[in-house]
């Protein structure tokens, strides 16, 4: 395939190990709007950990430049966009990032050009919401002068064997050519292999369900887990027995936040309801797994006052903060809705992490991480989230541990 001049658009958790990737066989312009992001690459450092120093360095030898000067994009015939989707306070989609960045593109779009969406929509916006804009800030015309694909991404941050390359690539475009044009493209990055969708709303459905069919699987064991909880068994035995069967699906109780599964599935939905139809079950798994911060803290709580029966001089460390373990992501977690919650019951709480950006962390949820606290100063310890660095903690003898995961061998309880 000829050499392609790529733009990345997003150097996020997706769009930096993509733009690293295209780097091997491309020229690869990596374009961010934060420029303190920008220097941090070009210093080799990766604040999300999905590349490592030798892996920037080397994309840097490849000629990769990253940028926060929009006019680099210039040089580009291929524009990849990876910015976020999230949903606001009323979750619904809040397609303000997107829309941005496709004016962005548009100012630079050329004949024969080709935009690719990787950011999770709902099936349509593609072609119904960016493509008029791509038409309207460049004067040309969709599938006449420039074209449009769209492959979602499936990056599951912290993970370093399922990466990039190793996961099948589903791909789109806007016309026969376009597909395969896209195919092909991905197919020299990705060695698991590419699937070519019918059609870019396909593609987009497809992404969007993915994580919808997880929230809903983690919503039924949540909903077993307050049952089993009242029933005085523990879930984790329940599940380990269940499990031995061939055909039983391995899914575990906890907190349901991040960028993907705690939002994705309002896409779908708000899409449903635009065209009539009013989903149940998809948004029946949102309302409960949403409530489960609230059934975690009361859980906690109630712990406290079982084992001392007042809260006057007892407090509470929270381990954990990001939004799943071994990652920094800190984007929708629910362990500070637990903090927020508890807070409220009129507990002392302190969160500590040892991956998560403090900084980003008070600029996000106003909240202090504890750095290096001592572990025998708190009546009860809430392991939220089972970073490698607290699995071999020696936890006070006396202190009541509540292991959200039941990852530990000496936890007092957990869901």
Same mark, same amino acid.
């Given at each position: 395939?000829?050499?392609?001049?790529?733009?990345?658009?997003?150097?996020?958790?997706?769009?930096?190990?993509?733009?690293?990737?295209?780097?091997?066989?491309?020229?690869?312009?990596?374009?961010?709007?934060?420029?303190?992001?920008?220097?941090?690459?070009?210093?080799?450092?990766?604040?999300?950990?999905?590349?490592?120093?030798?892996?920037?360095?080397?994309?840097?030898?490849?000629?990769?430049?990253?940028?926060?000067?929009?006019?680099?994009?210039?040089?580009?015939?291929?524009?990849?966009?990876?910015?976020?989707?999230?949903?606001?306070?009323?979750?619904?989609?809040?397609?303000?990032?997107?829309?941005? *960045?496709? #004016?962005?593109?548009?100012?630079?779009? !050329?004949? $024969? @050009? &080709?935009?690719?969406?990787?950011? +999770?929509?709902?099936?349509?916006?593609?072609?119904?919401?960016?493509?008029?804009?791509?038409?309207?800030?460049?004067?040309?015309?969709?599938?006449?002068?420039?074209?449009?694909?769209?492959?979602?991404?499936?990056?599951?941050?912290?993970?370093?064997?399922?990466?990039?390359?190793?996961?099948?690539?589903?791909?789109?475009?806007?016309?026969?050519?376009?597909?395969?044009?896209?195919?092909?493209?991905?197919?020299?990055?990705?060695?698991?292999?590419?699937?070519?969708?019918?059609?870019?709303?396909?593609?987009?459905?497809?992404?969007?369900?993915?994580?919808?069919?997880?929230?809903?699987?983690?919503?039924?064991?949540?909903?077993? *887990?307050? #049952?089993?909880?009242?029933?005085?068994? !523990?879930? $984790? @035995? &329940?599940?380990?027995?269940?499990? +031995?069967?061939?055909?039983?699906?391995?899914?575990?109780?906890?907190?349901?936040?991040?960028?993907?599964?705690?939002?994705?599935?309002?896409?779908?939905?708000?899409?449903?309801?635009?065209?009539?139809?009013?989903?149940?079950?998809?948004?029946?798994?949102?309302?409960?797994?949403?409530?489960?911060?609230?059934?975690?803290?009361?859980?906690?709580?109630?712990?406290?006052?079982?084992?001392?029966?007042?809260?006057?001089?007892?407090?509470?460390?929270?381990?954990?903060?990001?939004?799943?373990?071994?990652?920094?992501?800190?984007?929708?977690?629910?362990?500070?809705?637990?903090?927020?919650?508890?807070?409220?019951?009129?507990?002392?709480?302190? #969160?500590?992490?040892?991956?998560?950006? !403090?900084?980003?962390?008070?600029?996000?949820?106003?909240?202090?991480?504890?750095?290096?606290?001592?572990?025998?100063?708190?009546?009860?310890?809430?392991?939220?989230?089972?970073?490698?660095?607290?699995?071999?903690?020696?936890?006070?003898?006396?202190?009541?541990?509540?292991?959200?995961?039941?990852?530990?061998?000496?936890?007092?309880?957990?869901?």
């Amino acid at each position: 395939m000829t050499k392609q001049r790529i733009g990345v658009i997003g150097l996020g958790y997706v769009g930096l190990p993509l733009a690293h990737a295209f780097s091997f066989k491309n020229n690869v312009v990596g374009y961010d709007v934060n420029q303190s992001r920008v220097e941090e690459l070009k210093n080799g450092v990766d604040c999300t950990r999905e590349l490592s120093v030798k892996d920037i360095q080397k994309a840097l030898d490849n000629g990769l430049n990253f940028t926060s000067m929009v006019e680099d994009l210039s040089v580009c015939n291929v524009f990849i966009i990876t910015v976020p989707t999230p949903v606001n306070n009323s979750n619904v989609p809040d397609l303000n990032p997107l829309k941005k *960045a496709s #004016i962005l593109v548009a100012s630079y779009l !050329k004949k $024969k @050009d &080709v935009v690719i969406y990787e950011s +999770t929509v709902f099936p349509g916006a593609t072609e119904e919401i960016c493509v008029p804009l791509l038409e309207e800030g460049s004067g040309l015309t969709f599938n006449k002068d420039f074209f449009c694909g769209y492959s979602p991404e499936r990056i599951n941050p912290g993970d370093k064997e399922r990466t990039l390359t190793n996961i099948m690539k589903v791909t789109s475009g806007s016309n026969h050519e376009t597909a395969i044009f896209v195919d092909a493209l991905y197919a020299e990055i990705i060695q698991a292999g590419t699937h070519l969708a019918p059609n870019i709303k396909v593609a987009e459905a497809a992404k969007v369900i993915e994580n919808s069919q997880r929230d809903i699987n983690i919503a039924f064991i949540n909903e077993l *887990a307050i #049952i089993f909880d009242k029933l005085g068994i !523990k879930t $984790k @035995d &329940v599940l380990d027995a269940a499990g +031995t069967k061939w055909n039983f699906l391995n899914f575990q109780p906890g907190l349901v936040g991040g960028h993907c599964i705690g939002v994705d599935p309002f896409y779908l939905t708000y899409k449903a309801q635009q065209v009539g139809y009013k989903p149940e079950v998809i948004l029946s798994g949102r309302k409960i797994n949403d409530f489960m911060a609230s059934y975690v803290a009361n859980r906690i709580f109630k712990l406290l006052i079982k084992k001392y029966g007042a809260l006057k001089n007892k407090s509470i460390l929270i381990l954990g903060m990001t939004f799943k373990e071994n990652c920094p992501d800190i984007r929708n977690t629910k362990v500070v809705d637990v903090f927020n919650e508890l807070i409220e019951l009129g507990c002392n709480v302190d #969160i500590s992490d040892p991956i998560a950006s !403090k900084y980003e962390v008070k600029s996000a949820y106003q909240i202090d991480l504890k750095v290096d606290p001592n572990l025998s100063d708190y009546s009860l310890i809430f392991l939220a989230v089972p970073h490698k660095e607290y699995l071999n903690l020696k936890f006070p003898r006396d202190t009541i541990i509540f292991d959200l995961k039941s990852v530990l061998q000496n936890s007092t309880d957990s869901l």
